[in-house]
């Protein structure tokens, strides 16, 4: 083990180092993506001394990673199934106009996102929104940022929405209930800010109706496969409302939907975003070096207790940390500065905070990033102008709601 003098600067450097590949996305020097990254930081900290390998394992809160693995199998269920298509084509049967599309995308995006992991919500539904603009002949820029803002947005009301709040979930102890009472109120206005704002900002391009001719790509759907797996979806919300443990209902949710006759399971293994759990296996270990190492505590006696307790400094501390690191990372240091009075309250500003956050910039989530370089793919470019014009009002919008909704609830 390393001199505990040594500990936290070999920590620390790793950290940065780290922080740098997750701000960029890539390593400015060699190929290594942030799951790279993630792998190559928690092997240093063990091999430099900073963590045993023992420590590193005891790390690594695996409620979460299974939670997140039991999500992603439950969703590949529903995107075999043609869940995410069958829907595209529901919304051009019931809207006329393109106002009436960009509402339906944040409405749908927005639920989808409360009982599902956003990224993952963005990855399947991009192709469809791309496909439905194309043929409508709509321009898809707005009707792009109002998917990734209102998955963010959406994905906020619950603790099944995103990766940080499965995260604060697990290491928090928070209810659904108590969550969601405070949370889902924000999130049903931020839903309509965001169809406001765009709306507005927009305005030019949404005025004017859509064509009824068009239809999106003949798909087969498996109507059995689908009410098996929103049934299951339903049966893991109740059940973890009633108050069963989150991690058993949903990974009970996942085995039960891996007993088939009508699915290869490798598809429904080729579905699981992998990446995102290594990402979240090292982060762990990171985390947990950066700990033991000691330097937590030195930059915990660098700030006042009285400004860790203000709510306002407590947000844009979040804004800003999860706008350069991501919110997951961003998640995992801030854990540090949650209060030990009236911790609940806390976490739950956590979790609204962190997520709000990232709809500041077209960086500040992955549910963002999926969004555009799937665009991308297909000639289609948002640009960073064009999304700070709606997530900057956006977040400022929903972040002194949230402000204003937890001082008055505390």
């Known amino acids: 083990m390393l001199h505990n003098n040594w500990a936290p600067v070999v920590a620390g450097l790793i950290l940065c180092g780290i922080l740098i590949v997750f701000t960029l996305g890539k390593s400015p020097v060699f190929r290594i993506d942030r799951a790279g990254a993630s792998i190559i930081g928690a092997i240093a900290l063990i091999g430099f001394g900073v963590l045993s390998f023992d420590d590193a394992v005891r790390s690594v809160d695996y409620k979460t990673i299974v939670i997140l693995f039991s999500m992603m199998i439950v969703v590949a269920n529903l995107k075999l199934a043609g869940f995410f298509e069958l829907l595209g084509?529901?919304?051009?049967?019931?809207?006329?106009?393109?106002?009436?599309?960009?509402?339906?995308?944040?409405?749908?995006?927005?639920v989808m996102s409360a009982i599902a992991i956003n990224d993952i919500v963005c990855l399947l539904f991009t192709p469809v929104v791309l496909m439905i603009c194309h043929k409508s002949q709509c321009n898809p820029i707005p009707h792009l940022i109002g998917l990734a803002t209102a998955s963010n947005i959406g994905s906020a009301a619950t603790l099944l929405g995103n990766p940080q709040n499965i995260l604060i979930a697990?290491?928090?102890g928070l209810s659904f209930f108590s969550y969601f009472y405070v949370a889902g109120p924000i999130a049903v206005f931020g839903l309509a800010a965001t169809y406001v704002i765009i709306s507005i900002i927009y305005k030019g391009e949404l005025q004017g109706a859509i064509s009824r001719t068009i239809h999106?790509?003949?798909?087969?759907?498996h109507m059995y496969l689908i009410r098996k797996s929103l049934l299951i979806m339903l049966c893991i919300l109740i059940a973890y409302m009633i108050g069963y443990e989150?991690?058993?209902?949903?990974?009970?949710?996942?085995?039960?939907?891996?007993?088939?006759?009508?699915?290869?399971p490798n598809k429904v293994y080729t579905s699981v975003d992998f990446n995102l759990l290594v990402i979240f296996i090292g982060l762990f270990v990171i985390?947990?070096?950066?700990?033991?190492?000691?330097?937590?505590?030195?930059?915990?006696?660098?700030?006042?207790?009285?400004?860790?307790?203000?709510?306002s400094v407590f947000a844009l501390l979040t804004i800003i940390l999860s706008n350069i690191v991501s919110n997951v990372p961003a998640v995992l240091l801030l854990k540090f500065f949650?209060?030990?009075?009236?911790?609940?309250?806390?976490?739950?500003?956590?979790a609204l905070f962190s997520t709000f956050a990232g709809n500041l910039t077209i960086t500040g989530s992955i549910a963002n990033l999926i969004v555009v370089e799937m665009a991308k793919r297909q000639s289609v470019v948002v640009s960073a102008k064009d999304y700070f014009k709606v997530g900057f009002p956006l977040t400022l919008i929903t972040m002194i709601l949230?402000?204003?909704?937890?001082?008055?609830?505390?």
């Open 216 to 221: 999106v790509e003949e798909s087969s759907f």
């Open 402 to 410: 949230s402000i204003l909704w937890l001082v008055f609830l505390i």
């Open 170 to 172: 697990s290491l928090s």
């Open 89 to 110: 084509n529901i919304v051009l049967e019931k809207v006329s106009t393109k106002k009436g599309l960009l509402l339906s995308i944040i409405i749908a995006s927005g």
């Open 246 to 264: 989150l991690v058993l209902v949903v990974s009970f949710g996942a085995a039960f939907l891996l007993i088939t006759r009508r699915v290869n």
């Open 338 to 350: 949650i209060p030990p009075v009236d911790s609940d309250n806390w976490w739950k500003a956590l």
């Open 287 to 311: 985390v947990g070096g950066v700990e033991h190492s000691g330097l937590m505590d030195y930059l915990m006696e660098l700030l006042p207790s009285r400004e860790i307790n203000n709510v």
